[in-house]
């Protein structure tokens, strides 16, 4: 058995053991797939009949490269495995024996859209208002109750459900449920929650016969990704594999550590408990990294070893060598995001490495425009990976087609975008009657719509457009008087873009709230940037306008470019199962990471434990160059916010880091031991910032001179160099304290207060 060859010894072990109770504890980088796949081939080789394995996994491709592996070592019989996602595995048994829980050989399987519109239809003859009993929000709440293997009659009797529904001012889901669920029954149709869901009643309704068969048929269980699993899968798995004269041939892989998907079901006590529920069970642990060099994989020790519940392990490499893990301070988003683009360049120079070996890690999406805007500022061509570019969001489109047609009311397009969003009652019919009366008489859109009174509309509908139309022309007039970001601002309001999108009450509605919300704050950041550099050149112009043409001459880039490599863009939980040469991951800070929610949480060590397991992946998927970057200020909710850098940064041994970035003066040996890293002491030095913030009051103009000690809102304490230029044009430079050093202000937009 050649294959076994390639084996280190624990890896052989987990593969030869085959029989009883089997638990993989697979760090990063250690060849799970390979233990995996190989074990499942050894079965083969060993006699096992194929048919009798179910292997189960999260992902088809994870599914379709298992049988390829397997199939070089086993031959075709690889093909006779049943390998698949749980929805995929599940779904093809249901169509077997669907008859059994009264649903037809032939059952639809509805997607999102087709489950929400079915709840619409419910809440609508029910009489409930929509706005409240939003489709996404109430379809997540009985998402929820199935994958915690929940009846429509349990969730009625559910004490604590029903009183969180009543929070949310929806107290009647669980008649919704109910109602959904004969729906679906009449339609013969099952939602992909169902999947799993009808699978588990098919067993519990039928152990006699439905469920001793699955239970004979499949003899060995294998489980990829264990600690993603959620009650539901795992309910399901324990019936098939526990019953009277079992040998329990289960074999489960997976990492705690790795366990960051807790918001969508996931239930890391899975694999924590996976012990106790079979105490027979045999343990390897794959602890030889073979991804990452020493700094790398000494530093995610450190970091993973403060959670407080794990189980224990040692992540070791042959790996040698390499560089200590740059740590980069900046003073604002912005300066970040350059200062990680510059290092990109740099390492693209120096080590000949590709954008497509590169990627930049955040803790949300919103976070990717300043690192988008930075890398087309320096034609460096990016992809965001498992999502959208920042201002191709829908969200973001909609703000923007709102201040398109307010700069030019003539742009036909942007107005086709917002006139009926949020939904006003301007059909699609009457659009494009409108549409046609504008391109037969020659003229715009806007025009046609100012004297809708004359195109023949129905009453209701005409109202409709010339409230809208009166909107547009009150966005104008306010437009004179307040600066790009302020009527932004009022824009978001009165539209009732926000509102619309909250009625959904789902994770994906606040991750949209947050997209507009870094949209205003970038706007905010155009408006009052007052440094003048190579990177500002056409500073004096802080219109709407401007920034409007900033927008499309950023967006306009790369476009049509799909052969070309490029760096990636994600969230670190899109990261996980990547691997990338260079990993950069930013906005490490209090409050971003980990996150403003876990720091709130009732649970607040399982919150932050879920948090550091976050950094851990993100951290583990660099290979060779990992960089962790913060910012000390940036716009958040309009206002300038002082931050402290990330407790996850102060877990780090020293040693491992390179800390040279983090501020121009002071070496860690000047610090005492206890504080080697300087975290502490930055930290301090950005909260006597903010406090010197809390009465800061700008000086004016006449007052800010040569020599003239300052406060400045993003860069601190500093004193003036000189002044040069005439009248609006002037433009200070400035030596700043706290390793910033000099920067140039233009004193039109700047807000500095002279301290002596």
Same mark, same amino acid.
């Given at each position: 058995m050649s294959y076994l060859d390639e084996l280190n010894e624990i890896q052989r072990q987990a593969v030869t053991h085959i029989t009883g109770p089997a638990l993989i504890i697979a760090g990063p980088g250690s060849g799970k797939t390979r233990v995996l796949t190989f074990r499942i081939a050894h079965l083969i080789e060993s006699g096992i009949p194929p048919w009798e394995i179910l292997t189960l996994t999260f992902t088809n491709k994870a599914a379709k490269e298992m049988k390829e592996r397997i199939t070089k070592v086993a031959g075709a019989n690889a093909n006779q495995i049943w390998a698949g996602t749980f929805h995929s595995v599940f779904a093809r048994i249901l169509r077997s024996e669907a008859s059994k829980i009264g649903y037809p050989s032939d059952f639809s399987i509805y997607d999102s859209q087709d489950a929400k519109s079915a709840i619409t239809e419910i809440v609508k003859k029910r009489g409930l208002d929509s706005k409240v009993y939003n489709a996404s929000a109430v379809y997540s709440r009985i998402s929820l109750a199935k994958n915690n293997v929940i009846s429509p009659e349990a969730y009625a009797l559910d004490t604590e459900r029903i009183k969180e529904d009543r929070q949310r001012k929806m107290p009647y889901i669980y008649k919704i449920y109910e109602l959904y669920v004969k729906k679906c029954m009449r339609s013969g149709a099952m939602d992909f929650d169902d999947l799993l869901y009808q699978m588990y009643r098919l067993l519990d309704e039928n152990p006699e016969n439905i469920l001793a068969k699955y239970q004979?048929?499949?003899?060995?269980?294998?489980?990829? =990704?264990? +600690?993603?699993? &959620? +009650?539901?899968?795992?309910?399901?798995? +324990?019936?098939?594999? @526990?019953?009277?004269?079992? @040998?329990? &041939?289960?074999?489960?892989?997976?990492?705690?550590?790795?366990?960051?998907?807790?918001?969508?079901?996931? *239930?890391?006590?899975?694999?924590?408990?996976?012990?106790?529920?079979?105490?027979?069970?045999?343990?390897?642990?794959? =602890?030889?990294?073979?991804? $990452? *060099?020493?700094?790398?994989?000494?530093?995610?020790?450190?970091?993973?070893?403060?959670?407080?519940?794990?189980?224990?392990?040692?992540?070791?490499?042959?790996? &040698?060598?390499?560089?200590?893990?740059?740590?980069?301070?900046?003073? *604002?988003?912005? =300066?970040?995001?350059?200062?990680?683009?510059?290092?990109?360049?740099?390492?693209? &120079?120096?080590?000949?490495?590709?954008?497509?070996?590169?990627?930049?890690?955040?803790? @949300?999406?919103?976070?990717?425009?300043?690192? =988008?805007?930075?890398?087309? $500022?320096?034609?460096?061509?990016?992809?965001?990976?498992?999502? *959208?570019?920042?201002?191709?969001?829908?969200?973001?489109?909609?703000?923007?087609?709102?201040?398109?047609?307010i700069v030019n009311p003539k742009d036909e397009e942007g107005l086709k975008r917002v006139i009926n969003y949020p939904t006003r009652g301007i059909g699609a019919t009457s659009l494009t009657k409108l549409t046609t009366i504008a391109e037969n008489e020659n003229l715009s859109l806007w025009t046609i719509l100012q004297n809708v009174q004359h195109a023949g509309l129905p009453k209701r509908t005409e109202n409709s457009i010339k409230q809208f139309v009166g909107l547009i022309e009150m966005f104008q007039a306010r437009m004179e008087e307040v600066s790009a970001y302020e009527i932004t601002k009022y824009v978001v309001k009165m539209s009732g873009i926000i509102k619309d999108i909250q009625k959904e009450k789902t994770i994906e509605a606040q991750s949209r709230v947050e997209?507009?919300?870094?949209?205003?704050?970038?706007?905010k950041g155009f408006v009052e940037d007052d440094e003048v550099d190579e990177f500002n050149t056409n500073i004096e112009d802080k219109t709407l306008a401007s920034y409007l043409q900033n927008v499309v001459l950023l967006t306009d880039i790369d476009k049509d470019e799909e052969e070309v490599k490029r760096v990636k863009l994600m969230s670190v939980h899109s990261s996980k199962g990547l691997e990338y040469k260079s990993i950069f991951i930013v906005g490490l800070e209090e409050n971003l990471f980990p996150s403003m929610m876990a720091l709130r949480s009732k649970n607040l060590r399982a919150a932050v434990d879920e948090e550091r397991r976050l950094f851990y992946v993100a951290v583990t998927r660099a290979e060779q160059f990992l960089t962790l970057s913060y910012a000390s200020s940036r716009y958040r909710f309009g206002n300038m916010v002082y931050n402290n850098s990330s407790r996850f940064l102060e877990e780090i041994s020293p040693k491992y880091l390179d800390l040279s970035s983090t501020t121009a003066r002071a070496k860690v040996s000047q610090f005492p031991k206890k504080n080697r890293n300087r975290f502490t002491q930055m930290n301090k030095n950005s909260n006597k910032q903010a406090e010197k913030m809390v009465n800061f009051k700008a000086s004016p103009m006449s007052a800010i001179v040569a020599g003239a000690k300052i406060l400045h809102e993003r860069f601190g304490s500093g004193k003036i160099v000189a002044i040069d230029g005439q009248g609006a044009g002037r433009v200070a430079t400035i030596f700043f304290e706290d390793g910033v050093g000099e920067k140039r202000i233009m004193l039109k937009f700047a807000k500095i207060q002279v301290v002596g």
């Open positions: 004979k048929r499949f003899k060995y269980i294998l489980v990829d =990704e264990f +600690q993603d699993t &959620n +009650q539901l899968q795992y309910s399901i798995i +324990q019936k098939l594999i @526990t019953y009277p004269g079992s @040998t329990k &041939n289960i074999c489960v892989v997976g990492d705690d550590a790795q366990s960051i998907y807790a918001f969508r079901g996931a *239930t890391i006590q899975n694999i924590l408990d996976f012990e106790k529920e079979f105490p027979d069970i045999t343990i390897f642990k794959l =602890e030889q990294n073979y991804r $990452s *060099t020493n700094f790398i994989v000494q530093a995610a020790n450190d970091i993973i070893s403060r959670n407080s519940q794990q189980i224990k392990k040692t992540i070791f490499t042959a790996k &040698n060598g390499g560089e200590p893990i740059r740590v980069v301070r900046a003073m *604002t988003d912005t =300066e970040e995001a350059r200062k990680v683009v510059d290092m990109i360049v740099e390492q693209k &120079n120096r080590y000949h490495i590709t954008n497509d070996d590169i990627a930049i890690l955040y803790r @949300t999406n919103a976070q990717s425009r300043v690192f =988008e805007e930075s890398l087309k $500022s320096h034609r460096i061509a990016y992809k965001i990976y498992g999502g *959208t570019s920042f201002y191709d969001r829908k969200e973001v489109k909609d703000v923007l087609g709102y201040l398109r047609v997209n507009i919300t870094e949209l205003l704050d970038g706007i």
